[in-house]
Every structure is written in structure tokens, then in C-alpha cells.
């Protein structure tokens, strides 16, 4: 089993930053991929970015491509969401999340041991 934790959520302006982060324990995988995930009121889960264990790759969302950036440091198990510039629209509880397996993919079903969630509130 792998527990993941996320924090660095929070409340900010518009065109504000913040940097989310979600440390992992237990069983790591650092060999897999890492990916973070939004849930908005009323809305769908919605792939946001992954990045591979060896920064062989990433995948954006392209509603946040340009704007956020995934990063790991496998040292410390830990996986980063920055995200600049941020709208209104980005508003949602932000979840990381183990990939299956080698690869990387951007939909919920490649993905496993998600943690808790940190809320993202960006104000107009």
C-alpha cells in the first residue's frame, strides 16, 4: 500500500500561485509515474498533469498547460504541482495519485492510491 498526502492548498487571487505538494509513504513507487487530479463543485474528476519517475515525460491538461508545471523529487517521495496564473476556473480539490504501472496516461483508470485532497479556492 502506498499513502499519499497532500497539502499546499489554500485561498488566492486571481492571477496568484501556489504550490501544491503530495508526499507519498508506505510501499513507494518512485519507479511509476505521479499524476494530480481536480474535482470541482458538481463536476467530474478531470486529469490535470503527470509526470513520469524519470522526468522522461509529462502531460498536461491543455486548460493548464503554459500555467502549471508537475515536478518530483524521488529522494523525498514527494511530487509538486506549481501553479501560476491561476482563474477562478481552477477552483477545485486537488488529489495525486500513484500510475499503474510503467507508462503515462491521463485518465482516472491508470491511476491508484489516491489521497485525501487539498483545496484550491482562487477568488476573482
Known amino acids: 500500500q502506498v499513502q499519499l498526502v497532500e497539502s499546499g492548498g489554500g485561498l488566492v487571487q486571481a492571477g496568484g500561485s501556489l504550490r501544491l505538494s503530495c508526499a507519498a509513504s508506505g510501499r513507494t513507487r518512485s519507479r511509476f509515474a505521479m499524476g494530480w487530479f481536480r474535482q470541482a463543485p458538481g463536476k467530474e474528476r478531470e486529469f490535470v498533469a503527470a509526470?513520469?519517475?524519470?522526468?522522461?515525460?509529462?502531460m498536461y491538461a491543455a486548460s493548464v498547460k503554459g500555467r502549471f508545471t508537475i515536478s518530483r523529487d524521488n529522494t523525498k517521495n514527494i511530487t509538486y504541482l506549481q501553479m501560476n496564473s491561476l482563474k477562478p476556473e481552477d477552483t477545485a480539490v486537488y488529489y495525486c495519485a500513484v500510475h499503474r504501472g510503467p507508462g503515462i496516461h491521463n485518465t482516472e483508470n491508470y491511476f491508484e492510491f489516491w489521497g485525501q485532497g487539498t483545496q484550491v479556492t482562487v477568488s476573482s
Open positions: 509526470v513520469t519517475w524519470n522526468y522522461g515525460g509529462t
